[in-house]
């Protein structure tokens, strides 16, 4: 099995990003010697616009993906805001910037208050979690548009940086050092894959053993939100490079790397958590493929100076959060997770 | 018929709204005494935050809603991203923000790059007529997520403005002007309304006289951006208030004037378009739910004192918009079109 298979074909949808980015800045005119001219092509993981004063803001939209599915299926729905929040905000941390305002859009088949009720509980708690204000919103009711889950979720973030603060990945250096942060589960990402997987022999509410509840609990587990402790890293310790393991899963390290002209072997993965096996195992899916559909237990990574790494660590620790060294920055150009090329 | 019956009851919508809007504001204590404080409650035309250095950020995010069912039946994709940028665009400038950045969100059930270039090509054709630099978005393929219809498309917009600029209503005084601004047809709102009064009779393709084109080409219209003659208002003229006319259509004027606890009486409303007579004929729709739906021919509205009234309106003719006088603001509450109250 493959993310291709079950619908989503990462090269594709990358290919097709990358012409739509050159379209989409030419554009970047419009803002000549004005506030809002843009300081950086698309495709980093946020928008970087220049307001004057030494300020940049930094634009960021996601959606939570099928992770919906399961949240209907489970007839649960007041989580998913967490993750909605969390795709953008732990996008927006990684340029450097603090994030500061939310805004969603919710796509409803009919209007129903109590289903609203839960998702915006969600989003409180997340927006809460990343320090962020939620100053708008759209609910749209559009029966047309959506399949029978009736449920479409989207965040778009905002936040601020100075502009000699940026963290773009132009630092990092040969031998520098990358570490991973836990992740909390699948997060928001390869769930159609794990759907298709998964369901194939189970029932969402069946009780797996090796993951000590259902497959619907496991995949429904909110993303971790990582902007406490990279605040207060980016503020305290010198930090080269900062990549959230999303869509593309560990190809996404590439984009950062790329800026410095560098490479990274990543040969010392942590043991893969149960819900990977599981999908892993039934799917029959490569090592390879499972890292560039799935964060493998590693939801954040942070490069630094190899003289840093262990304060790195000691920070996270403090934010009641693990991290460990994952491998180094390397001349030869691509990411390879335990030699395999993985982008 | 009324919108409700086509499935969009604006009354619970908009219930519904206001209690999101109360839970979502929980968060605004995470920004205190922050860069990004919000600075206005939720439900203006856009969420405010302060920036310092007397900077106000203005942040909104809208949909095409069902616009994107007559660009799938046509077969034309190359116009919605204008209505995209239009709707978010034309809703900042009513807070007297000046749009900056732009960001989309675009639903697809597959990857079809040729189909991603056609929407891009509007969104690129209408972020240069708002003056806005496209500085990301995102492209997520959601098979499971959506309809047959294939596609969803959502605009994210930033603008900035200083504080003492802001235009929120709260300035507009009795006896003030409402002028109305022509539109180019029924822009992004009513759509649904609209497809299931006229696919009943009619062929989207059918010619129909009165419009002088067929049923689908005249709901695909771009919608018209006001931006660029709305910046050069607020440089030049007092303005007390604006409103962009979308869902909800003139009820949204109601949000405006209760910032000065006024009203609005509407008397003398331009010639209904052949679009909104014909949804009102073959529907058998009432005046007061044509005005609580469709635009009927006034895309946006500035309040002005009586005696800028005629240069609001010839500063409109210079930019090739049609103003006109629609009526006043009064103390009496409510917006009132012919002497029928609307919201």
């Known amino acids: 099995m493959t993310y291709a298979k079950a619908g989503v074909d990462i090269n594709k949808v990358q290919a097709a990003h990358r012409v739509l980015a050159r379209k989409l800045e030419t554009t970047f005119r419009t803002r000549r010697g004005k506030i809002g001219h843009p300081i950086f ?50 996008d927006l941390i990684c340029t450097g910037s603090e994030p500061i ?9 009919k209007p129903n208050p109590a289903l609203v009720d839960e998702v915006a509980e969600g989003i ?3 927006a809460k979690q990343a320090g962020m204000a939620v100053v708008g919103g759209e609910m749209a009711i559009v029966p047309d548009l959506l399949s029978e889950v009736g449920i479409d979720l ?7 940086c100075s502009k000699e603060d940026l963290v773009l990945g132009d630092k990092v250096r040969k031998g520098d050092v990358v570490i991973g942060v836990a992740s909390s589960g699948i997060h928001s990402n ?18 797996i053993p090796e993951l000590g509840r259902s497959i619907g609990e496991e995949l429904l587990e909110p993303t971790r939100i990582y902007v406490k402790p990279v605040i207060e890293l980016l503020r305290r310790i ?20 790329s800026q410095a002209n560098l490479g990274a072997a990543l040969d010392n993965s942590p043991p893969m958590p149960g819900i990977f096996r599981l999908i892993k195992k039934e799917g029959r899916i490569s090592e390879r493929e499972m890292h560039r559909t799935f964060n493998m237990g590693v939801g954040f990574i942070v490069i630094c100076p190899q003289d840093e790494a262990d304060r790195v660590i000691r920070l996270f620790k403090k934010n ?18 335990n030699g395999v090329r993985v982008n």
Chains 1, 2 share one sequence.
């Open 41 to 90: 092509p698309i495709g980093h993981y946020a928008g970087l616009i220049n307001m004057g004063h030494g300020q940049v803001l930094s634009l960021h939209v996601d959606s939570v993906g099928t992770k919906v599915i399961i949240a209907q299926m489970m007839k649960k729905y007041d989580t998913i805001g967490i993750d909605c929040v969390a795709m953008c905000a732990n």
């Open 101 to 109: 305002a939310f805004l969603d859009y919710l796509a409803l088949s």
């Open 124 to 126: 409180v708690e997340g």
């Open 154 to 160: 989207v965040g778009m973030a905002t936040g601020v």
């Open 190 to 207: 390869g769930l159609t894959l794990a759907r298709k997987v998964l369901l194939r022999n189970h029932r969402l509410r069946e009780r």
């Open 238 to 257: 010198e930090v080269h490079g900062l990549a959230h393991i999303t869509g593309g899963a560990f190809t996404k390290l590439g984009r950062v790397l």
């Open 320 to 337: 009641s959060q693990q991290a460990f060294r994952l491998g180094r920055a390397e001349r030869k150009p691509g990411i390879r997770v």
